[in-house]
């Protein structure tokens, strides 16, 4: 072994991503500069200003008013709003609207408010399947909703999903929500930088953001959110960000999320065709270093069909645990799905959804590019792989035995 | 510039960001991802746990992460509140921050919970007779602040979370103010939570902890990838967790006889006792909110009847370059007087005249008193 360790292979944006230049130079320049945007004086109205612009930003970026843009602390927290803060809004104001529809492939951000709203107050989650490519069934959705449109809370679905990068039809699940004037929610957290995200023009009523997985700081996020839609806070207190999530507003982290946004928005055509190009070196490689290798979801590339930063493969016969680990340790880094649930020894829910067997879903890998990925991290793994790929097969055989 | 809005919010410190850097930077993995650069954010996560468990007198299993002041206030009322609603009782006081009244007001609203606040005296002091007659077998949790943000108040949070134990409630405290000001120790205080937020000690906006009696379940507000072993879902904020820990390292020693403000805090409240005697003398009617003594060391507040508190504050900004505020930071900007001052039994009209002094350090206030007393007698002759 080297002294020296390896440069590391990351190849797990979907996880999260290195923020860009930009965005730290924005988190630098606000960090030290102190103030609150509710004081009067005038640091506070400085940063008042920066997080205004921020708004204005960010709102600009991606298709909606400033005033519709909530800040908060991630994406798990305003896919958190979305669902409770709608739900809670729209029960009270019509008690038979108990259930909610939503793909069965969502982020555990969006399922586990849901469980918990059907555990704790009785609410009814529907979860709506998807074919064997991740793509949301809409005839069973209408199935679900015409069902009986008038108990039916909310609907939601995500813009394109984390674990095989999948698109979902939103307009046609906006289309069919609009029939019967039901909200619709997405979360777009892995989609936005990587498909055109236009709030105003998908007709959505709701949208999840965050910043850590587009080049932006951890910890901030927003729920893009209609005006005239009512939502019941998750946090009450100070009454920032129209009453809708008290908390003294983070300035720092949202000019950097702002930065990122911005930087994300309009370098997209470009970064998403280097992107799918890699992407297109990589799954190559690995067919010719594995020929059983199976690439899951959506086959065809476009923006309103994958992601174009987003290669899922599962290795026949392979623990992904076991090819996790060997490549890490040869500074390859990937995931077993999201990183949420890594580690926990439970086949996805996402894969499962898909028609996957057990067997199967638990010998994939999620491998995801960004920003700083180049052909060398892609040929880095291409060159690991078969003898990682050798290793782990032995091993999974030998643990059969 | 002079900055005495410490209790709106401090600057980030540099040693603070410092530490920070690598996690905003090359350490930018996922805890909760299984390689190399996600174990390493996740160590350096539950390192920071262990400081700031250490800092407040607790054990690292028993911090959550939060994302401020407000999001462990509400954790901390409505996740013990939920999980353990007993009779459905809540006892607060009349002068807590928006973020606990408001939490234990959407209890009320929507989930059938009673609240009464209680009684403080014209110093800001809860009455204790009275808890003791509120507290009773029905309640479900207590919630007092340990210091005011308003009036700096400190109060007898120790001998409440005693009042609530013989009845079997659970007591939470909103220490957001007081952390690195006067000794604070979870475990000697006898609550069962306590709430934390970053920028008021140096650490950036949107870092925050509640520190929660290890065993108590805890309902959670945010619910999705599990972490925080499931009580905050969300992915960590390292950075924010690595500042947070920071720049409590750096305001409190860990003693053998408890944690303790590193900062000099008998001459700060040296200091501020003659800025309040000289603003008191040299300003007709000026008034000092809150208890003179049992307060936080850096705080002075007063009304000056016969103004306004914006037209002073800005005379303080635009003639002496004095930065302060008009009371809690929320509610600037809106007309109506603080519920704190009111609940003193401070008449509306002298309300509304309202200026916080907060210094972080005794040199802050030097020259001040002078600044402040012209630009009192600077409104009072506008309004002549
Ligand atoms: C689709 C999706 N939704 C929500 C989240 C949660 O966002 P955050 O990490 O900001 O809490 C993630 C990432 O973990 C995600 O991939
Ligand atoms: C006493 C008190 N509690 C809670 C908070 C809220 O904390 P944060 O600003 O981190 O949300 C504040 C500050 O605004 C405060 O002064």
Redesign the interface.
Known sequence: MSLISAP?T?L?HA?????VPEA?AA??AT??????P???????RRARRRVEEARELVAQRVGARPSEIVF??????A??LAVKGLY?ARHHADPARRRILASAVE????L??L??LEK?EGAVADLIEVDASCRLDVDALRAALERDPSDVALISCMWANNEVGTVQPLSEVVALAAEHGIPVHSDAVQALGHAPVDFADSGLDAMTL?S?KLGG????GALVVRRELDA?P???????ERDLR????????ITAFAAAVDVAVTRRDEESRRLEALRERLVAGVRTAVPDAVVNGAGEPGPTHRLPHVAHVTFPGCEG?SL??L??AQ?I????G??????VPQASHVLIAMGMDELAARGSLRFSLGWTSTEADVDRLLAALPSVHERARAAAKAGRR | ?R?L?AA?????R?EV?EAMWPF???E???P???????DSAARALEGARRDVAAALGGRPGEIVWT?????A??LAIKGLALSRPRGRHIVTSSIE????L??C??LAR?HGFRVDRLEVDASGIVDVAQAERLIGPETTLVSVMLANNEIGTLQPVAAIAEIAHREGALAHTDAVQAVGSVPVDAAALGVDALSL?G?KLGA???SGALWVRRGLAL?P???????ERGRR????????AIGLAAALSLAVEVTPGGPRPRGPVEALALARDGFVRDVLAGADGAILTGDPVRRLPGHASFCFPGTSG?AV?LGL?QDHGI????G??????SDEPSGVLLALGIDPEVARTAVRFTAASPADLDGVAAAVVEAVRGVRSLGD
Request: charge should be negative; hydrophobic fraction near 30%; aromatic fraction near 4%.
């Open positions: 590391i990351y797990d996880a999260t991503t290195p923020m730290i988190m630098n960090m030290l500069e102190g103030g609150n509710s004081s009067l004086h005038a640091s506070g908060m602390s991630g994406g798990t927290e896919d958190n809670w982020h555990h951000a969006l586990d408010p469980t918990w704790a965050s850590h700081p951890t910890g901030v019941v998750l946090l009450h207190g100070g009454g920032q008290s908390g003294t507003l983070n300035t720092a982290a645990d996790l680990m490549l890490d500074g880094e990937c995931s077993t999201s990183a949420c649930s890594a580690g | 510039m900055y809005d709106a919010t401090t600057p980030v540099r960001l905003l930077t090359g930018f993995g996922n909760s991802s299984h390689h190399g650069l996600g994302s401020g002041g407000t999001e206030d509400n921050h928006p973020a606990v408001e939490a007001d959407y929507l937020s920028h950036p906006k949107g309902e507000l945010v619910h999705g990838g599990g972490q879902s969300g992915t960590e904020n390292v950075a924010a914006e504050l900004e930065v302060c505020s008009s809690s930071a929320c509610a600037a900007g």
